[in-house]
């Protein structure tokens, strides 16, 4: 069975006029009092968090604005058709008017998500698009402003979604000139989480099954000669990632091997357990290689 292929795209580049937070009022992260981000800065590590969320579901993918430059927009709609793409997924964040939103304006704060589609769209891409600002709406819990039309949100047409032969959507998560919420935007836990949001709004979409991010598993007992066999090889992965100049072959058996790789480690942490390998420290031995990626 020929997977489906997902164009992702994340929009502008670093130099592309406007599309950019105004100057910081204060340093966030490493970034100065002053400075400014661009909207590349949080839609490029969306758009790749999205990309292994969906190879990890089982989909193709093709990143149709690789880099930091602005691709033009007819390369990346020409790029989606030509790829034979089955929906394009374009991940952005939105601005009002590029001052910092201020309760006290009377045009109000800009806040919330919305996800948009071409005034032309087809009904499916307008089932893609409810699947997916569902999603990112219940993710973040913020303002749903709904699916709209390129007319309504911009007054203009936009080229990725009037020219991409498949369904497609744009994804904007929050707005830029919105202080809370381009704060929060620039944490990877929320890029991340805005990326798994719309992988499962696919997912939906072709009725595939949306596998999480495997959580990382700790075996809780100490793993010995007794151990099953899974616990065995997940030791024997962690001593290999530990202990690079000594690789052990991982077979889920306790064997002499396994044991000097772990006293190895040991001996790097400067731990002496000599006749005292009891449950204590293996334990500890445990939650030490836990921490090792
Ligand atoms: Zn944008």
Known sequence: MSKYLIAVDSGHGMETAGKRTPPLPEPWFNIKKGDVIHEKEFNKPTAEYLIDALNRCGFDTINVSPGTTDIPLKDRYTTANNAKADIFVSKHYNAKDGVWGNPDDKKGVPNGIETIISQNASDKSKKLAEL?????????????????????????????????????????????????????????????????????????????????????????????????????????????????????????????????????????KGWNWDNTWGFTARQATINSLAKVK
């Open 132 to 268: 997916v600002q569902a999603e990112l709406v219940k993710t973040h819990n913020r303002k749903d402003r709904g699916v709209k039309t390129d007319i309504q949100q911009s007054g203009i047409n936009i080229a990725v979604l009037r020219y991409t032969n498949m369904p497609a959507i744009l994804t904007e998560s929050g707005f830029m000139d919105n202080l809370y919420e381009a704060r929060t935007m620039l944490d990877p836990e929320f890029q991340k989480a805005d990326a798994e949001a719309t992988c499962r709004g696919i997912c939906k979409y072709f009725g595939v099954a949306y596998i999480p991010e495997k959580e990382d598993y700790i075996p809780t007992a100490p793993i010995d000669q007794k151990s099953i066999n899974k616990d065995i090889k997940w030791l024997q992965e962690k001593l290999n990632k530990a202990n690079k100049d000594y690789q052990i072959p991982i077979t889920g058996v306790f064997d002499q091997k396994t044991r000097i790789s772990l006293l190895m480690f040991a001996d790097n």
